[in-house]
């Protein structure tokens, strides 16, 4: 399984609407990928700001291939997305999970 990374930034008043349209528009794009195995949204406030850390994770790098073509080092961000974005990166990270306790937990 393989952990795909992103960072971004929003504000206090589009927080809602970003998770909103990550919920209702994002996820059912994911899921319509093979080899989407789920996704994790985490939020925090620094300064003034909101930031947004999100976790996707897949079966394997080809899936991530199928979803972030033609490079997957590139920040997939919808341009309806982007305005809601204070900042954002415009690179992600993928790691490789070495261990997993949700998936034992959840069995």
Do not use: C
Request: glycine share 2%; proline share 6%.
């Amino acid at each position: 399984m393989v952990a795909r990374t992103w960072y971004a930034r929003t504000t206090p008043q589009s927080i809602e609407l970003y998770r909103k349209h990550y919920v209702e528009k994002n996820l059912p794009k994911l899921r319509a990928v093979k080899g989407f195995i789920g996704a994790q949204l985490s939020t925090r406030v620094v300064d003034q700001d909101i930031e947004i850390f999100v976790v996707t994770f897949w079966k394997s790098l080809a899936s991530i291939d199928a979803f972030a073509s033609p490079d997957r080092e590139t920040a997939v961000v919808p341009p309806d997305m982007a305005p809601l974005l204070v900042s954002y990166d415009s690179k992600v990270r993928h790691f490789e999970i070495a261990v997993d306790t949700f998936a034992a937990a959840n069995s």
